[in-house]
């Protein structure tokens, strides 16, 4: 007996069960038959547009009064029926004894008659178009095109090379209309960049708000799931052909999300960014700042290490030697770290303090040790409901988390409730499915107010909250029986002034509490802040709040650590203008940009400032000794994201010049201070890591491609 | 020969003012409907009329209320398909500027039937006359209490929006309608869902044609024994003993009168309402017979989408099962009759060159096929064309049918196949001679 939620067909005479409702195109896929298509994209609305998914259909006669199997009265076999067209696989339902052909001469002559269609006004301009050798129009021709095209009239002359927006470059000679840009746009971008005009041969593609945008948040994946060469991005566009790329798996290093993608270097220049598939992070998608902001690669770059002076450019053990020797040279030493160095740099540079100088003077330019970190996953995210984002503007700060909760909330399956500063994250507001203005820096007062009245809701207590936080109370009463009745609501708190985190922190897990009591599933939040690699600084220990492992401070010395003052150090910019420092090692990033003239003086000031970094800025301004790093792009590295999940970018290009990887700069001044033996390779860091602190192990360990979790 | 049921009344002067119209027993159907009836008992009744939609598919119209839920929470809406854009068919325009409040008093009472307390009449932008017209019955229906809140004080709301299209064929699609309506591109959707269970905002929709519609009052009026006394309803259906016989509304079943638009080369073109099943020789009849000794050659029965038929078939009695077993349908209505002075090459082109334009692009027979099989028939025309030309095009055609979206692209071999198979020897003339036997065409081009 079928089961009452699945359905057992045959395709191409093979069995197949699936969940009622599965279209026969995702059934044949799960048993690797694969059946052309344009139009239709796993992760799009079905819209069988194109045909060319066709395919025969037999089905089972039934007898229209009792609904049971007719059986031939000869064979005693029931009785099948043809459907009397073929049919798009990608529409129609599989149901019980289905048989599904997709060989047949008919459905081979069915996709010929398409692919002429498509190719009859298709301008074959192949040699010249960027999508050549990753074309799914090429790879179709091939597989199922007529032997010969019949068609000899002029064909249509559109657009070629129009700027539609956001960087896109539209060519409408090679569009095959299968809607999947702008369902992209639709269903998961909520965003106005281009839409068709027009109807039947004359459908084009147009900028939506008139003029051509300058900037979207998440068009450009347009250009990947565009089957043709139709888009092309204005960054990649002729720079190179696709097979010519060393295309190498890659993290994203612009946020704390931690994309996963793919680095396609070519001659030593970073010339595509690419996602790259990954199931629990980013899907199929990166978001605009993610694909088109690696100019900064190739461009300003600081090419070889530098002493301040006449004569800049040195050699590497001279620059090194002056370095050790500037920190060598004081107690009164701090190490400033970007969140976006990778956990090898982090781990050194905590080396390099801790057991070299005796110092703990680590601060990483972000506010995650004021938060703490985040419980949760975008997997974790995208299954709540409602998510609740206070004052998170996961928007634009953590972009791909949106889009895939943007997906879930379009399919009316997760609701996005957006609270905040009046004329804070407008779009995020406008997008959610609820938005309310909260009265500025009262994000601590609404959490506790929530708490309290998740626990006892009362009209007198709602109207008291109210009040506080400048929330209309029927709005708060609407969202607490949203909330009453959620089988699993998260809650996301954003940035907050500084010393709102303390309380915030300890409101935000009362109010999980409160929500998890009665309820199975664990209730997922916190406080989302910090950068790229935030999470995996604190687990490598480079923090002057963490030790290597995931430790705390208050842990005590291990054998082979150097016992030191672990107290908190004062904020290092406190500290400069206290003339309290004497040198400063920066790891990359920009400290100083938009720096006071003040703190500009007093690091003047220094007796040295040591920058590990890769641009000029304005922190390798005020360098005495520049040491020249690699870019993402060019060194092996690994992020931990704000989920806890350890992935390992893969450098496509060696490093430009006399560059060196970061880790291997640092590896290098800790080998000076008699803190590194041998070779300094990111193989060996990791190593060292997993062989002496146990909660290192995973570096240790060879990283899949969609990355370990490695805390929660 | 004519029977006035939907057009009754037609010839009154100000019949379509709600003061003439009532004089004459208007809104009488709506009252029985809201005292005297429940709405099940409303859509019991219709559905065992056996009444068929009038868009061009014929479909149960009983049959598409009941498949709204009626009890189901939330808004439901009935749209008026008022779109007529279906060449040759014009009765929905007469009924419009003739009888509008009919077609009114109908939408009431399918809101009723099916629990919508909305809905809008999307009509075709070009039809300007009726548009003032339509919105003046709407206006003083609301006035006298028709429209709005607690409608002749029973317990029932309703609203009623004229919407106007911007001209494009594929509105007519009740689909791509909604989609219009809802202010996006026009673009047929993926059925099911059927607009019943999710239409108009995603929520359960009835669309129904205007003549539809207007069936619907006497059909309420006078019950669906009445309705069934004319036309050609299958006897086998007895709408008496409910429930015995195979379902009204489908096969054979062609019951009451049907408004045919006949056009082509007539003494007498126009709107005629006939009970269905009358021979199609008798409709040519009523039609003034052929103009200035012209012979009648070929025959579209059904609006453009409908296959050609010929001389074996100009008797065909005018139900839906007859004109499916003469290869064609009964289609809007619309009878297009063509004279021997006609070519029909030039009128396959003429119809194509209406569908390439009209094609809304989703898909890529239709789209692209329509393009390419009017350039080949252009060259046809122009006596550019050679005998392989005549495979090009039915290897073309090939291509279309089945593999299309929606009913319009699948229309697109219609002229063709259908006049190729009547009448090869004209085809053949064309790639021969490099010209036409008859001399041009003088149907008009589209555009
Ligand atoms: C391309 C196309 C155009 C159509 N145009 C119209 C039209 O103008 N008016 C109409 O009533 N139905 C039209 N239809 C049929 C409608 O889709 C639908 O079947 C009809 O409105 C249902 O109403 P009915 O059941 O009362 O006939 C069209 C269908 C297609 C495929
Ligand atoms: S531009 Fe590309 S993705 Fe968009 S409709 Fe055309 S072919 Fe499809
Ligand atoms: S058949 Fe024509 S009108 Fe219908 S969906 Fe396809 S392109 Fe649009």
Excluded at chain 2, 264 to 292: A, F, H, Q, T
């Amino acid at each position: 007996m079928p089961s009452n939620n699945m359905v057992t067909l045959t395709i191409d005479g093979q069995e197949v069960k699936v969940p009622k409702g599965t279209k026969v195109m995702p059934a044949a896929d799960s048993v690797d038959i694969y059946i052309p298509r344009f139009c239709y994209h796993g992760s799009l609305s079905v819209l069988g547009a194109c045909r060319i998914c066709l395919v025969q259909v037999f089905t089972p006669v039934t007898d229209r009064n009792t609904g049971e199997p007719v059986m031939d009265e000869q064979t005693g076999e029931p009785q099948y029926r043809e459907m009397p067209t073929l049919q798009t696989a990608c529409t129609l339902d599989c149901s019980e004894g289905m048989r599904v052909v997709t060989d047949s001469e008919k459905v081979i002559k069915g996709r010929e008659n398409v692919i002429e269609f498509i190719l009859a006004n298709h301008p074959l301009d192949c040699p010249i178009c960027d999508k050549g050798g990753e074309c799914e129009l090429q790879e179709m021709t091939m597989i199922c095109g007529p032997p010969r095209q019949l068609f000899t009239e002029p064909r249509l002359d559109q657009d070629k090379a129009r700027r539609i927006g956001a960087s896109i470059v539209l060519d409408q000679e090679r569009c095959i209309v299968c809607f999947r840009c702008t369902r992209f746009l639709d269903e998961w971008a909520s965003e106005q960049v281009f839409e068709f005009h027009e109807r039947g041969g004359h459908d084009v593609i147009e900028p939506a708000l008139g003029e051509p945008i300058e900037k979207a948040r998440f068009a450009g994946n347009t250009i990947d799931i565009c089957p043709v060469g139709a888009l092309t991005s204005e960054y990649f566009r002729f720079s190179a052909r696709p097979w010519e790329l060393a295309d190498t798996p890659g993290v994203c290093p612009h946020c704390a999300v931690g994309c996963s993608l793919t680095l396609g270097g070519r001659l030593g220049t970073l010339a595509r960014v690419e996602p790259r598939s990954n199931y629990y992070i980013n899907d199929i998608w990166i978001c605009d700042k993610g694909r088109y902001d690696y100019e900064w690669v190739q461009e300003d770059r600081i090419v070889a290490p530098e002493i301040a002076g006449e004569n800049r450019a040195v050699d590497w053990p001279v620059a090194l030697d002056e370095a050790v020797k500037v920190l060598s040279g004081s107690d009164r030493v701090a190490a400033v770290v970007d969140p976006a160095v990778s956990c090898e740099t982090g781990y050194l540079t905590q080396a390099l303090m801790r057991d070299g100088l005796g110092l703990n003077a680590l601060h990483v330019e972000d506010e995650f040790d004021l938060a703490g970190p985040f419980s949760g996953t975008v997997m974790d995210l995208m299954y709540s409901d409602p998510v609740l984002l206070i004052s998170a503007n996961i928007l634009d700060d953590q972009p791909i988390l949106w889009l895939r909760l943007n997906r879930r909330h379009q399919e009316g399956k997760t609701n996005m409730i957006t609270i905040g500063p009046a004329d804070w994250a407008p779009d995020q507001k406008r997008l959610a499915t609820d938005a309310a203005d909260l009265t500025a820096g009262r994000e601590v007062a609404l959490v506790q107010g929530l708490c309290e009245l998740v626990r006892e809701r009362n009209d007198e207590t709602m109207d008291r909250i109210a009040a506080d936080t400048g929330i209309a109370a029927d709005w708060l009463g609407s969202l607490l029986d949203r909330l009453a009745d959620a089988k699993r609501p998260a809650v996301v708190v954003g940035r907050l002034p500084e010393d709102q985190y303390g309380p915030a922190r300890e409101a935000v897990a009362k109010l999980i509490d409160a929500l998890q009591e009665d309820r199975k599933m664990p209730i997922r939040g916190g406080i989302l802040v910090g950068g790229t690699n935030s999470r995996g600084l604190r687990l490598v220990g480079c923090s002057a709040s963490a030790l290597p492992g995931g430790r705390s401070t208050d842990e005590p010395v291990t054998e082979d650590e150097r016992d030191l003052d672990r107290s908190q150090p004062k904020p290092w910019r406190e500290a400069l203008l206290a003339s309290e420092l004497e040198a400063l090692l920066v790891v990359g990033g920009d400290p100083f940009a938009d720096a006071s003239p003040e703190l500009i003086e007093a690091a003047r000031g220094l007796s040295g400032l040591i920058y590990v970094g890769t641009n000029h800025n304005a922190t390798a301004e005020l360098a005495t000794v520049t040491l020249a790093a690699a870019s993402f792009a060019e060194e092996s590295l690994t992020y931990v994201n704000f989920e806890g999940r350890l992935q390992q970018s893969v450098p496509t290009n060696d490093p430009i010049e006399r560059t060196r990887p970061t880790f291997e700069i640092l590896g290098r001044l800790c080998a000076a201070l008699g803190q590194w033996q041998g070779e300094i390779t990111a193989d060996a860091v990791r190593t060292e890591m997993g062989r002496r602190f146990e909660g290192l192990r995973p570096w240790m360990e060879s990283i899949g491609e969609q990355g370990e979790a490695v805390a929660s | 020969m004519q029977e006035f049921r939907v057009l009754k009344g037609h010839d009154i002067e100000g019949y379509s003012s709600l003061s003439v119209y009532r004089e004459h027993g208007g809104y009488e159907a709506l009252r029985k409907a809201l005292e005297d009836m429940t709405p099940t008992e409303i859509t019991d009744e219709v559905y065992w009329s056996g009444l068929r939609g009038r868009g061009g598919a014929g479909f149960s119209t009983g049959q598409k209320w009941r498949f709204v839920d009626r009890d189901a929470p939330g808004q439901k809406y009935v749209v008026v398909n008022a779109d007529e854009g279906e060449p040759g068919t014009f009765k929905d325009r007469y009924i419009m500027e003739h009888v509008p409040h009919r077609m009114l008093e109908g939408t009431l009472i399918a809101c009723h039937a099916v629990g919508a307390t909305k809905a809008y009449i999307y009509l075709r932008g070009e039809l300007s006359a009726c548009r003032d017209l339509i919105q003046q019955c709407i206006d003083e229906a609301r006035e006298a209490g028709l429209v709005g809140e607690k409608v002749m004080g029973a317990d029932f709301d309703v609203d009623v929006v004229l919407h106007l299209g911007a001209g494009a064929y594929i509105c007519g699609e009740e689909t791509a309608l909604l989609d219009s309506l809802e202010g996006r591109r026009a673009e047929p959707r993926l059925k099911p869902p059927f607009p019943a269970q999710a239409g108009l905002y995603g929520r359960p929709t009835v669309v129904n044609n205007v003549e539809t519609l207007a069936n619907v009052p006497p059909i309420v009026e006078h019950g669906a024994g009445w309705y069934r006394s004319v036309g050609a309803p299958s006897p086998a259906v007895d709408a008496e003993e409910r429930g015995s016989g195979p379902p009204p509304g489908f096969g054979p079943d062609s019951p009451g009168t049907r408004v045919f638009s006949t056009s082509g080369k007539l003494g007498n073109p126009g709107i005629y309402e006939v009970p269905m099943g009358i021979p199609m020789s008798d409709l040519l009849e009523l039609s003034g017979g052929m103009r200035d000794g012209l012979k009648l050659k070929a025959v579209i029965p059904g609006g453009s989408s409908a296959p050609m038929i010929g001389p074996d078939h100009f008797d065909v009695p005018l139900t839906f099962q007859d004109l499916a077993d003469a290869g064609s349908m009964l289609g809007s209505g619309a009878v297009i009759f063509i004279d021997d002075q006609t070519c029909l090459v030039d009128a396959a082109l003429n119809l194509t060159e209406f569908y390439e334009h009209e094609s809304c692009g989703k898909c890529t027979p239709c789209r692209e096929g329509s393009q390419w099989v009017r350039k080949v028939l252009q060259r046809i025309c122009d006596g550019e064309a050679t005998a392989k030309d005549l495979d090009l095009v039915r290897h073309i055609c090939d291509g279309i049918a089945g593999k299309c979206f929606c009913a319009l692209g699948e229309s697109i071999p219609a002229p063709i196949i259908s006049t190729m198979d009547l009448y090869p020897d004209e085809w053949r003339y064309h790639v021969e001679h490099g010209e036409c036997p008859i001399g041009k065409g003088d149907l008009a081009h589209a555009e």
